[in-house]
């Protein structure tokens, strides 16, 4: 599924959708930025409550399809400007993580 | 293909800033047309190095070599050395300080990562005098 269609299921709020086209794989969750380039796969959505502008750094080094800012974070400005210029998908949503990653599984599944 | 040469240098003021360096380096490995992902396995490398620099050593530079088979990433620092390489090694170990973890770095994973992406991983470290990593990763034909 595209990241456009995951928005639309999820009625996610969208900050930035440089790249609506780009397919979901599966997802991963986690805040420890290392931990998420260790871990998450190609193609992932990550969901975080992290908002600085490394969030859009590791989400381009790992290839991520989208970064999703849960429980009602906020992306601070550097992270909206530096997630446009680097084709980085920067989407949110109220829903507490967990929450959020069940409803990510149903639409993967 | 010649072997490419690039060098860049990281500065070491603002960790906010970091993975500029690695940002630049990803564009023009996708520039050279090289395999998805060889690309993400060395940007993540490199951004791993990058940070660490920034945090522990007041910057550096990265040398990257992008050869037929294989791309070697060379990141030199005059910081502190590392005391101990394998406690460095270990996954959850790190001395990284308060404003580096609220930003979400210090997980002790950075150079467990270059480990796992790497095809190699190489430590040259003197305490008091700085660090010299260097990666090498296989390009797949």
Known sequence: MTVKALSDALSLTVFTLPDPDRAVSGGYSGDLLSWVMGRAGENHAWLTIMSNQNVAAVALMADLACVILTEGVTPDEDLLRRAGEQMINLLGTASPTFEAALALGEQLK | ?141
């Open chain 2, 1 to 141: 293909m010649e072997t490419i040469k690039l060098v860049y240098p990281v500065d070491g003021g603002d960790l906010i800033e970091a993975g500029e360096a690695s940002s630049k380096m990803k564009l023009t490995l996708k520039r050279l047309g090289l395999p998805p992902d060889v690309i993400r396995r060395a940007s993540i490398c490199m951004y791993e190095g990058e940070i660490n620099m920034v945090i522990h050593a007041d910057g550096g530079e990265a040398q990257v070599e992008v050869g037929m088979d294989e791309i070697t990433i060379r990141m030199t620092d005059t910081g502190p050395g590392i005391p101990d390489v394998d406690q460095a090694m270990k996954e959850g170990f790190s001395t990284a300080g308060p404003t580096a973890r609220e930003l979400g770095f210090g997980a002790g994973m950075g150079l467990p990562n270059m480990k796992r992406y790497a095809d190699e991983l190489a430590i040259e470290t003197e305490v008091g005098r700085g660090t010299v990593v260097t990666m090498k990763l296989k390009i797949p034909s």
